[in-house]
């Protein structure tokens, strides 16, 4: 019998199985259907010893003190601060767009925020309301930065019109009226020193969580006794699809591996055209790895596969709201993380959440 039976291995799962074994002498049964933990930021050596993020680039950025701390006692941190460049008309350009970009693009020779924002006045055109992502590039800085540098991207990111994308994924990136070219602005900007595995290993090693890789809640719900069930995965599959399927867009990763120390000048360069992939990730850049060989992955978008980013928009809201009312009619069971709680959370903000979660359960 356990008191929690945890559904997910990634950080929502990880830091709840940490909180409640350690503070509340809990024993928790963890499981996941991968054959690892660490969900979506699990990280790995390939067979030549290179640091590869097996989903994806995954860089810790926040402004909260309490999600920076809690981790901190699990891993010692690299300073990394990430960059991004984007190629648009034969040129890496800096991205977000900053004063570089728009010199080098439009061979200005800007250097005040003054001139900026007077620059992207011009080109901004009227929207009476900002509902997509369309209106809130275009409200901002115009067509042509929007064409250069964001419609491609999102449609083959989406795989949907940026008509028919909210404004909020938008609202992701910021436009930069001085030379600042990092990609976040946290407070802190870095990524465990050891690699993610290795902290979420310590995060969970604790005599009171029990670990099953390799299994689906599905196949195990009845076969188990628990207390109360915390799931992280998607929420619609939770239901058995009750109300239909909730959008997630997917991603193919392909890995290419180089005889040479580096291939690329930063750690991603975006690929706002018509090439199948929207970027490159070579990992070094970011673990700060020294080998004499290299990586780069590139990220091909699509429907089908693991969901990585829930698509929310008026239609797969309305499904959700209705699984979250059921939510409220299902006893002992929390949902919590990107999938649980279908929004497009980043880690910090997932730990943030986990966090509360364990306080709400602290309290009752
Ligand atoms: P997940 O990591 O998805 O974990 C959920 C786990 O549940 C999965 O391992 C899954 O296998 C398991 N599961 C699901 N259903 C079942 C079931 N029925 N039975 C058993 N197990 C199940 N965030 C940042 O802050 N910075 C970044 O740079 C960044 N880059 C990203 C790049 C990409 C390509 C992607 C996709 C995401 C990125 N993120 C980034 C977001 C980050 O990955 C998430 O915020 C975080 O990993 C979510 O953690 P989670 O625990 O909620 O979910
Ligand atoms: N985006 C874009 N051009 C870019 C980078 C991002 O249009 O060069 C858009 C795209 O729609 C993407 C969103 O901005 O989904 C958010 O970008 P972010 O880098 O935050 O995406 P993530 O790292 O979560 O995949």
């Not at 926040?62 to 034969?90: A, C, I, P, Q």
Request: aromatic fraction near 18%; include cysteine; charge should be positive.
């Amino acid at each position: 019998m356990y008191d929690y039976l945890i559904v997910g291995a990634g950080f929502a799962g990880c830091v709840l199985a940490e909180r409640l074994s350690t503070l509340k002498n809990k024993k928790i049964l963890l499981i996941d259907t991968r054959s690892h933990v660490g969900g979506n930021a699990y990280d790995y050596f390939d067979d030549d010893g290179l640091l590869v993020h097996m989903y994806g680039p995954h860089i810790f950025h926040t402004n909260s003190s309490r999600v920076f701390n809690y981790l901190s006692d699990f891993t010692n941190w690299r300073f990394y601060e990430h960059k991004v460049l984007s190629y648009v008309d034969g040129k890496y350009l800096p991205f977000p767009i900053n004063i570089d970009t728009i010199n080098n693009l439009y061979g200005k020779n800007f250097s005040h925020a003054k001139e900026m924002k007077a620059f992207f006045r011009s080109r901004s055109e009227f929207r009476e309301e900002i509902l997509s992502f369309e209106d809130y590039v275009v409200g901002k800085i115009g067509w042509d930065l929007y064409e250069k540098f964001f419609k491609n991207y999102s449609i083959k990111q989406w795989g949907i019109d940026p008509r028919n994308i909210s404004a909020s994924v938008a609202a992701r990136i910021p436009v930069r009226t001085n030379f600042d070219d990092r990609y976040f602005t946290d407070k802190y900007q870095c990524i465990p020193s050891n690699g993610y595995t290795k902290m979420f290993n310590k995060l969970i090693d604790h005599p009171k969580i029990e670990i099953k890789l390799g299994i689906n809640y599905h196949e195990l719900k009845r076969k188990i006794e628990y207390g109360t069930l915390i799931f992280t995965g998607p929420i619609d599959s939770y239901f058995g699809y009750k109300y239909g399927r909730l959008k997630y867009r997917s991603l193919n990763f392909s890995f290419k591996e180089f005889d040479k120390e580096y291939i690329q000048r930063t750690a991603v360069i975006n690929y706002p055209n018509d090439f199948p992939y929207t970027r490159t990730t070579e990992f070094k850049h970011i673990t700060g790895q020294s080998h004499p060989k290299t990586i780069l992955m590139y990220e091909f978008p699509c429907d089908t596969g693991d969901p990585y980013y829930p698509v929310q928009n008026s239609e797969t809201l309305a499904v959700f709201k209705k699984y979250k009312d059921m939510v409220g009619r299902t006893k002992k069971t929390l949902f919590v993380g990107r999938l649980g709680t279908y929004q497009y959370l980043n880690m910090d903000q997932v730990v943030e959440q986990s966090l509360s979660t364990f306080d709400r359960i602290a309290r009752c």
